[in-house]
């Protein structure tokens, strides 16, 4: 399975953007199936967990560090995981990758997922 990540871009602290993540290829369908996540990495730090939701959307899990202005949801129907960001700051600025979890729930741990995205930049302006 291939997964896109789309939506990052330049934004003002304070202001927010949505990232896509859609899964395509011939496997795409069994995502429906898996949790999936977010994840992100800042200039010289290691990937950090930010969300993940469970394969129904029944369970979502946030880091502490966004939780309460992020939130995570998916549409199953369309292979796609969406990340809403409000009231971003400096400290948010990051590759952001998506990943799709070996089981039926997302975790926070990095191994526990099996295919990833390619990231897209997040830039927060102070």
């Known amino acids: 399975v291939q997964l896109q990540a789309s939506g990052g871009g330049l934004v003002q602290a304070g202001g927010f953007l949505r990232l896509s993540c859609a899964a395509s290829g011939r496997t795409a369908s069994t995502v429906s199936n898996n949790g999936m996540g977010w994840f992100r990495q800042a200039p010289g730090k290691e990937r950090e967990f930010v969300a993940g939701?469970?394969?129904?959307?029944?369970?979502?899990s946030y880091s502490d560090s966004v939780k309460g202005r992020f939130t995570i949801s998916r549409d199953r129907a369309k292979n796609t995981i969406y990340l809403q960001m409000n009231s971003l700051k400096p400290d948010d600025t990051a590759v952001y990758y998506c990943a799709v979890a070996r089981s039926a729930v997302a975790s926070s741990a990095n191994n526990s997922y099996r295919s990833w995205g390619q990231g897209t930049l997040v830039t927060v302006s102070s």
């Open positions: 939701i469970s394969w129904n959307g029944g369970i979502t």
